[in-house]
């Protein structure tokens, strides 16, 4: 019997573009108080990274009407890897063409997941190269620790709603190559909540995770990681001096093992402060699923996530346009 | 211009083989101290795991007159990966031929590195399956954390002293795929003291440091991850109270980013516990290098690594047949 | 004018008793879980204390057929210390009596606090002398750090529910010589929900709060110290894997500052893992005190305490005896 | 028997007052690096305090020609105890008169230890009032946690250096009240290298260590407080990233058990960022005591202290006084 090698084209989540209507404090958020630096200002957007960020910038801030994400950027393992992925992108009719690349990167091709999120695939990608005043102590750190505010290290990953996860989980599967880790289904396993899934031994990249509102092409949440526990809680207390609300945590996710804090930043948009976890490495890792009964204990030490966690995200919807109930459940 | 794809074939590390003198005494150190699970015996070996290996096996104890590395085990990621490896290990008059398996994985391939270290290369693996007893209220997590001792979560990568370092870097990087992330080059960047590769995003699985003595096929350590940086302080308490000799740490390497603390079992062999560093997404991550200025200052936070640090690996050589004296150096 | 000088008649918490309907499981649950060590047997009780206790016993677990806590051990910081607030307690009329003192404690002073929780004073008290096999390497530590469950340090505080908060508060400090270092105050300051007193830079060794069922003499909980809060997330790993109900926390409380874990001893007391917290030195600190609008964000990093926090505590009572509602708060 | 009873007059260490060669840099190390505010300046003055000091400063930066401490002041447990302890000061021929107080103290009495260092005792203080910027949400912190460089706590203790330890240790018991608890004791017991006294239930506020120069009225270092062992990690980045000189740690000292981390601020004066430690509240604590065997396997997990920990103090001397060798010993 001969099995179908893996794909193995993507190397990482590269960048995320986030839509706030309140730029000026949202930057105000991810600079200062998260401890981000801005990199570049190009029209409507700023650029930003995080300290332990490899690349020139990993995140863009764009003012909008509306919160919400805008294009999610993957970098792909190799040309020849870039290419077989936008084949297999334009064999499924997703494709939306070829770009120059946004700040930073080369040539991009953009590209919507069958919810309609904009996402886009590239492999050129300029390394940050810090100036005096930035540059570490250690070389192999691309700049030194900012010691302003949390201080987040990295973009780590992000959870995006979806009408239908399975399509949309088949579809990263299958066209992109993502690994699925694990997954909440409920009725009996064949209604899929939410699944989270993975181009790297990082636990997951991206999660899909129903809509409950109907709408399509929301973010629930992004994530940006720190080193460890006590970062997190040290975060919690910045984010409440800073006026900040703290939504959930924070406090340690069944899926993931993660340890988490979810804040709101100015603009609306959910952010994950997020550490811990655990790394996947097998190639045959049997995907982890969890059904109504074993959620109906919460998080992992007990209590439960709040009511928003699962009612809020953005942009906001008007009208509600699911017409069925979806039980309680946790999209870590 | 067309650039070669890199190899995507070795998903991980799987295993590692210990040689002891003193199995009671080496078992005592990873079951009691350390906090593994034995899972089997068969014959002079005893078979352990740590509470989040989710292998079968992760470290085989060997009753043998001296200290050092036995067999060490990469997975392949795919059959097909494993053959195409195989191939080149032939094809590089390294391969030692198949065997049925050892205790938990399939039929493997046995080579040697150059510098005489014996390796093997497997797909098939059998996944731990908790009894009542370890079974963690984690359905991710393969058995519950024990609570006993250090509490390591899994293997993490090791360190092997080689006569010749660009030719075993060289080796793991052409054959195996390995990626080079860091190096000490002496001597205006051509003497290369020390390498560290990783097929993940893993700072590295393995590094091949200069032996000063000339021997080959020598351990210089092998590292076992905990989850924090408290973990590795809480651990200097257990290791002390025990008795057991530390040799370095806690601290930050330089190279890595990572905590160490270093101590010996009981039969010889350094082990470090080892948590922090970073992960490495990038395809093109350039190398790090340092010199011999750049390593003057020590370890991160300054002081230095004991002269026992350069000169002690196992097995122990009685005759010194080292005709240069190496600089000092941190095989982190 | 010349102002009274504050009493420092008290030294420290000195032991607590608890009573157990499920003795072996409480027992399983201190040694075991969290660590402790037992050091005496006696009729229905065994005598326990944690590593880094200096007392020969600290907690004494009494087989009874309700949970509920029995005699609070106070120890004098010198014998005139001793006298003098045993004269202050027969003068107002509260003293029980003299007895031998209990195991590792010389005379003792019996009384009851005007909820007739029953306590005592003594001085004499004999010093914990390790055996070679808990002996610690650091000759300050009274024994070894034991590596086995969470491993609690110390003893740290108790919360005691009262039918009337401000003549027990009074009690602790006109005639024992505790200090007040923060109060709930409902109802523009005339209702005392709560207060924290210590006589000990450490932020409290004694709460009373308000029993909402009317009830006398009841615990609210015990506390046991962690050296931080890393510790604290890894207990609730530890208790949830050993199947102890969390019922809050980890988190962060407003009052005191301090790191949470609540769960129920088998037994059914509840039993707090305690971090963090701040010292207050100054001799004058102005109690803190916080109102309802205060109150309602819940607990520091937001979130709210379940309302078993409110109303269940040892022993429970059958009737509720309150004749009125008092509002949320959080007893820290 | 009738035992005298202890004397408890001193509430805890007020402030200090460093003297630097470099005002301004020595104010970017206590401000930017390690997150101090400054609070009011006067003269050649300024004062600070840390985010968790409720004092209105604790801190007091003077340029001078050398480094070194200047005023150190102690408070009193009440106007009584102030009385009490002037007068015993007095007797003692060591009071150098009453002033007005410094900067947020009221009246104060100036004194000397025998070996030369100036101290003061007060009790009036007065409290740090935060302005809305400062302000935290937590009514129990003075103020807001700060989110900029290490982010002391509050100020912890001092080591100073003397010519004659046993006579100073006996002066601060006997005189101050102080309670001894940790010593190194050479030569059978006979030769006092060091003694480590507190008036609270910290380990201790005041070392006196025996000066190898035979100088007088040095300093040793001063410590401040960070909450956990990761701030202190998160610490050494912080100083290795702007170019600090560290002398030793972070790592684990045997007395005290603290974590340390000692750096050099750049006025030349030794500072300490400090955590854990263990709090002693029995009235008859017996000292703890260290020989030159007990002292010959260096800090608690292994390696030693630098050279420099034994001969570096401020001011720095020119000619050497000392006519003994003192072995190798860990002022902690």
Redesign the interface.
């Known amino acids: 019997m001969t ?1 179908k ?2 794909i ?1 084209d993507i ?2 989540l590269g960048a995320v573009e986030l839509f706030t209507p309140k730029p000026a404090e949202s930057l105000w958020y991810f600079r200062d ?1 998260l401890g981000m630096e801005v990199v570049h200002q190009a029209g409507q957007s700023v650029y930003l990274r995080a300290y ?1 960020d ?2 020139l910038s990993t995140l863009k801030l764009t003012e909008a009407s509306q919160p919400g994400v805008g294009c999610i950027s993957w ?7 870039m290419e077989r992925r936008v084949a297999a992108l334009e064999q499924a009719g997703l494709g939306l063409g070829w770009t120059n690349g946004d700040f930073g990167r080369g040539r991009s091709f953009r590209f919507n997941d069958p919810d309609g999120h904009v996402m886009e695939i590239y492999y050129e ?1 300029q ?1 940050y190269e810090a100036g005096d005043e930035q540059r ?6 691309p700049s ?2 900012p ?4 201080g987040v ?1 990295r973009i780590d990953h992000l959870a995006l709603l979806s009408q239908d996860v399975p399509r949309n989980r088949k579809f990263a599967e299958d066209i992109l190559g993502f690994r699925l880790r ?1 997954q909440i289904l409920f009725e009996n396993g064949t209604k899929e909540i939410g699944s989270w899934l993975s181009n ?3 636990h997951h990249e991206l999660a899909y995770v129903v809509d409950i509102k109907g709408a399509r092409g929301r973010l629930h949440h992004f994530s940006m990681w720190v ?5 997190v ?2 975060a ?3 984010l ?2 800073n ?1 900040i ?8 996710h ?4 993660a ?1 988490y804090l979810y804040s709101y930043e100015p603009g609306g948009n959910r952010i994950e402060i997020y550490s ?1 976890s ?9 995907p ?3 059904n109504e009964e ?1 959620r109906a204990g919460g998080v ?4 439960a996530l ?1 009511e928003s966690f699962i009612q809020y995200a953005t942009p906001p919807v008007e009208t509600e346009k699911a017409d069925t109930v979806v039980p309680a459940f946790d999209p870590a």
Do not use: C
Request: aromatic share 14%.
């Open positions: 099995v090698e893996p193995q190397a990482h108080v332990g490899y690349a970098r792909a393992y190799s040309p020849q890897a990608e390394a570490s102590t250690l070389k192999n750190l030194k620790y010691g302003r505010g949390v290290r694990e790297t031994p990082v080193d460890n526990r006590e970062d809680l040290r919690a207390d910045i409440t001096e006026g609300f703290i939504e959930a945590g924070p406090s340690k069944n899926n993931s093992q340890f811990g655990f790394l996947i490495f097998a190639p045959d890792f049997k982890v699923t969890w074993e992992y030490w007990g209590g709040p």
